[in-house]
C-alpha cells in the first residue's frame, strides 16, 4: 500500500509540475488502431534517446559526480525499457522503422543556452520535462488500454515509478549545479512545453501536440 501511495503523491506532483495536461483529443489518436505502430516505434525511439542524452551528459561534465553516478543509472533503466518496447513490438509483428523525430525535444532545445553552466542548466530542465510528459503519458494511456491492450497498460504502468524518479533526478540535478534558483528557467521551459503540447501537430508522436 506504501508503494502504491508514494507513486500517486510522486504523480500527484509531475502533474503540478507540468503546465498543462495532455489534451483528451492526443490520447485518442495514440489508442487509434493506426496508431499502433506509430506510438510502439517512437516509444521505442524515445527510449533509446534518453539513454543516449543522460551519456551524453556523462561524456561531457567528467567532474560532476552526482550527474555521473544519476546518468549511469537512469542510461541503463532507458535501456532496459527500449528492450522491453521492442520485444512487445516483435510479438505484434511491428516492423522497427525509422521515423522522423518529433518537434518537441527540438522546440524545448531551441531556448538552451549557449555557455556552461547555464547550457547544463537547461538541458537539464528540459530532461525533466521530458520525463515527466512522459510519465504522464503514461498514466494517461493506462487506463484507455485496460480494455483494449491489458498487456500493453500493465507495462505502461511498470513504468510510471521509474519515469517519475527520473524527472526528480534532472530537477534535482538542475538545481544542484545551478548557483541561482532555477525557478524562473523552469517556468519559461514550462511555457514552451504547453505551447508545444496544446498547438496543433502535424505528425503523431509520443510527444505530439493536438493531432491537426
Keep these: 500500500m506504501a508503494k502504491h501511495s508514494d ?23 495514440a489508442v487509434a488502431d493506426e496508431n ?39 542510461a541503463r533503466e532507458e535501456l532496459v525499457h527500449f528492450d522491453q518496447v521492442i520485444v512487445i513490438m516483435k510479438d505484434k509483428g511491428i516492423e522497427y522503422q525509422h521515423l522522423s523525430a518529433s518537434r518537441y525535444a ?61 524527472y526528480q533526478d534532472y530537477l534535482r540535478l538542475a538545481q544542484q549545479y545551478s548557483e541561482e534558483d532555477i525557478a524562473e528557467r523552469v517556468a519559461h521551459f514550462g511555457e514552451v512545453e504547453r505551447q508545444l503540447i496544446e498547438s496543433p501537430d502535424t505528425e503523431f508522436r509520443f510527444h505530439s501536440g493536438m493531432p491537426a
Design 106 to 166: 527540438g522546440g524545448l532545445h531551441e531556448h538552451v543556452r549557449k555557455q556552461d553552466p547555464e547550457k547544463l542548466i537547461d538541458k537539464l530542465i528540459i530532461g525533466a520535462y521530458v520525463e515527466a510528459r512522459s510519465c504522464e503519458r503514461f498514466e494517461k494511456l493506462v487506463p484507455v488500454l485496460e480494455a483494449k491492450d491489458p498487456d500493453l497498460a500493465k507495462f505502461y504502468y511498470s513504468l510510471l515509478k521509474s519515469e517519475a524518479r527520473h
Design 36 to 74: 499502433e505502430a506509430v506510438l510502439l516505434i517512437d516509444h521505442a525511439q524515445c527510449e533509446k534517446k534518453a539513454a543516449s542524452t543522460a551519456m551524453s551528459l556523462m561524456y561531457r561534465y567528467v567532474d560532476k559526480f552526482d550527474l555521473l553516478r544519476k546518468m549511469s543509472k537512469l
Design 7 to 29: 507513486l500517486d503523491t510522486a504523480l500527484a506532483e509531475i502533474r503540478d509540475f507540468l503546465p498543462c495536461p495532455t489534451p483528451e483529443s492526443w490520447v485518442e489518436a
